[in-house]
């Protein structure tokens, strides 16, 4: 239903039947659809809360699975809050790509299992200390390292 949001920057919505993000300038709002591409926002359509729904769980699902670029996509794991998008890159390797709550970590790893430790020590510590801690619990595990 539209106008139950209070719309903020890479929010993924719904615009007229069309997913995508919300993304910002000058303080407006526009929408960007999924694999629009590069942008200005003065080719995109202004948008406020009253004219765009939140993303189901299934669309937001829809939307990272479609703008993603890196490789083909095999599957996407969920596991709680964290999305890993399985893929083939184009060197023929399988990779895995985190997000949380639907936001890009913007990194890839090489098993997902360590795309879950990655991401779990990036949601709770800075970017250096989170490297450093990956590197540490997989140097513990004897697991090869990203």
């Known amino acids: 239903m539209k106008g139950e949001i209070i719309m903020e920057y890479d ?8 997913i995508g993000k919300v993304v910002t300038d000058e303080g407006k709002f526009y929408f960007l659809p999924v694999r ?5 926002c ?3 359509e202004e948008i406020t809360d009253e004219v765009v729904a939140p993303a189901s769980f299934e669309e ?5 699975r479609q703008n993603f670029s890196w490789g083909d996509v095999i599957q996407v794991h ?6 890993i998008i399985e893929h083939m890159d184009t060197d023929g390797v399988i990779r895995f790509h985190p997000y949380i709550n639907f936001r890009d970590y ?3 790893y ?9 991401i779990i020590t990036g949601n709770s510590l800075e970017v250096n200390e989170a ?4 590197t540490c619990i997989l140097r513990i595990l004897k697991k090869q390292e990203w």
């Open 131 to 134: 490297r450093y801690a990956t």
């Open 60 to 64: 937001k699902i829809q939307y990272i």
């Open 36 to 40: 629009y591409g590069s942008y200005s």
């Open 78 to 83: 969920i596991i709680g809050e964290y999305q």
């Open 11 to 18: 929010q993924i919505v719904n615009f007229n039947g069309e």
């Open 110 to 118: 090489s098993s997902l299992d360590i795309a879950l430790i990655g």
């Open 106 to 108: 913007h990194n890839t």
């Open 42 to 44: 003065s080719n995109l």
